[in-house]
């Protein structure tokens, strides 16, 4: 527990520090959560050991809750500098608003990734208001009601198929994602009623609120400054999804039914430094085969789980240039293709 606090404790720290200060604090808070990360994962060893699966780390929970309530704190702080009597420079307010959106990318996300898993009603509402915060509340529905159920297979959006570059995979992700959300919910509450509580009612206009809001009290620039946290944000969920699980494909079995979600529909990384700060997000195999395991007991097995070349940061930032990724990552699907998995020509 306290590797993941400080991986994640810290960046929050730099960001505010950067928006209330600028000068050097904006460099040290980009160059975090770019270059050190990524020097961290390629300098030091790779540190594949599991702890306990068993185990409960209570302390967990209190780290997610407040990694929530920061990513509020950081998100007005930022708003403020980038739009505000800040002082700061053109330049440093665009470190701010890059850095921040990268924070809420790579900490942010898997913080309320982690909430909107957890069994208590405050936490899975935090989360929400997370995904809601940078305009893409339908996440959470989706994320829970498709993505989980679905995952390897043409009904999830947010599987990426085989040969697929990132920006055709980001269209229809985020429409096929909010349609699909949205139709699982709805199935959900079928004849039901209590339409007032629709999550989609609070995804959508919250969503609004916070448009309006950031334009009522900072005009235009305010608004600017807003879609672009929101849209980069956006960016990296999609990219999140698209590393890990491109080319992956659940096997339909002699019934007609996908056989169950198993350790080879997800690619993993096991370095350290990144997995700390993005809460062992790329330990996935383990968490979409025991999504209830708290985040810090995520087990990676190289003998049965496919592993990216390189780590998630590095591998996300590869997939924004498709014909690369392709040339890196197709071999490495065939090679697991070869094991068993579904051909491609299935997509």
Same mark, same amino acid.
Do not use: K, Q
């Given at each position: 527990m306290p590797l993941f606090a400080t991986a994640t404790l810290l960046p929050f720290a730099l960001l505010i520090a950067a928006a209330l200060w600028g000068g050097a604090w904006s460099g040290l808070a980009f160059g975090y959560v770019t270059l050190l990360v990524y020097l961290m994962d390629r300098l030091s060893p790779v540190a594949a050991s599991n702890a306990d699966p068993e185990a409960e780390f209570p302390g967990s929970d209190g780290l997610l809750r407040v990694l929530g309530g920061l990513h509020f704190l950081a998100f007005a702080t930022s708003l403020w500098a980038m739009t505000g009597a800040s002082g700061l420079s053109l330049p440093e307010k665009l470190l701010v608003a890059i850095t921040c959106a990268l924070i809420f990318g790579q900490i942010s996300h898997p913080v309320a990734h982690e909430l909107i898993?957890?069994?208590?009603?405050?936490?899975?509402?935090? @989360?929400?208001?997370?995904?809601?915060?940078?305009?893409? @509340?339908?996440?959470?529905?989706?994320?829970?009601?498709?993505?989980?159920?679905?995952?390897?297979?043409?009904?999830?959006?947010?599987?990426?198929?085989?040969?697929?570059?990132?920006?055709?995979?980001?269209?229809?992700?985020?429409?096929?994602?909010?349609?699909?959300?949205?139709?699982?919910?709805?199935?959900?509450?079928?004849?039901?009623?209590?339409?007032?509580?629709?999550?989609?009612?609070?995804?959508?206009?919250?969503?609004?609120?916070?448009?309006? @809001?950031?334009?009522?009290?900072?005009?235009?620039?305010?608004?600017?400054?807003?879609?672009?946290? @929101?849209?980069?944000t956006q960016v990296q969920i999609l990219l999140s999804d698209y590393v890990q699980h491109y080319g992956l494909r659940r096997a339909t079995q002699a019934d007609g039914r996908l056989e169950p979600v198993g350790p080879q529909h997800s690619w993993n990384a096991p370095h350290w430094a990144s997995a700390a700060m993005t809460l062992n997000a790329p330990r996935h195999s383990d968490h979409h085969v025991t999504p209830a395991r708290p985040y810090p007991a995520l087990q990676l097995r190289p003998e049965d789980m496919p592993y990216l070349p390189y780590s998630l940061p590095a591998m996300a930032a590869l997939a924004l240039f498709p014909p690369l990724w392709r040339r890196v990552m197709d071999p490495h699907c065939a090679r697991w293709a070869a094991r068993g998995a579904s051909p491609a020509a299935e997509w």
């Open positions: 898993h957890r069994p208590a009603r405050d936490m899975r509402l935090l @989360g929400r208001l997370i995904y809601t915060s940078v305009l893409f @509340g339908h996440h959470a529905s989706a994320h829970l009601r498709v993505h989980h159920v679905h995952v390897g297979s043409n009904a999830d959006p947010n599987s990426a198929r085989w040969g697929e570059g990132f920006y055709r995979f980001a269209r229809r992700a985020w429409r096929g994602s909010f349609r699909a959300g949205l139709a699982a919910e709805n199935r959900l509450r079928a004849g039901r009623g209590g339409a007032l509580r629709h999550p989609y009612l609070l995804y959508c206009g919250g969503a609004v609120a916070i448009l309006v @809001g950031a334009a009522w009290l900072g005009g235009l620039p305010a608004l600017v400054a807003l879609l672009f946290i @929101g849209f980069y």
